[in-house]
Nanobody, 122 residues
Framework: VQLQASGGGLVQTGGSLRLSCAGS????????MGWFRQAPGKEREFVAAIRWNGSDAQYTDSVKGRFTISRDSTKDTVYLQMNSLKPEDTGVYYCAARWGGISGLASEYGYWGQGTHVTVSS
């Protein structure tokens, strides 16, 4: 499984961005997909994840009601729609894939994209 994240950029507080993660590989569509982020000087943290069939999604508390994770199996792509962005959302966003159920632990994801930078200015 190979992952390619894109869509990051610079946005003002209250703005929106949509991140994309294009996957490839024969079994990509059967993987749980997650988004993580890492702010400067901080550890990588869980943002959201979605089951392979889109039947369930989970979010970290700080993004609930603002971010939406979705996937388009026809395009082998997972999205993270980010609305009402705040400066504390700034960081490098990574998409990741794993077999099994949804997990918020980065160590349980075996495949990672290269990261895309998100900067939210105040």
């Amino acid at each position: 499984v190979q992952l390619q994240a894109s869509g990051g950029g610079l946005v003002q507080t209250g703005g929106s961005l949509r991140l994309s993660c294009a996957g490839s590989g024969r079994t990509f569509s059967r993987h749980v997909m997650g988004w993580f982020r890492q702010a400067p000087g901080k550890e990588r943290e869980f943002v959201a994840a979605i089951r392979w069939n889109g039947s369930d999604a989970q979010y970290t508390d700080s993004v609930k009601g603002r971010f939406t994770i979705s996937r388009d199996s026809t395009k082998d792509t997972v999205y993270l729609q980010m609305n009402s962005l705040k400066p504390e959302d700034t960081g490098v966003y990574y998409c990741a894939a794993r077999w099994g159920g949804i997990s918020g632990l980065a160590s349980e994801y075996g495949y990672w994209g290269q990261g895309t930078h998100v900067t939210v200015s105040s």
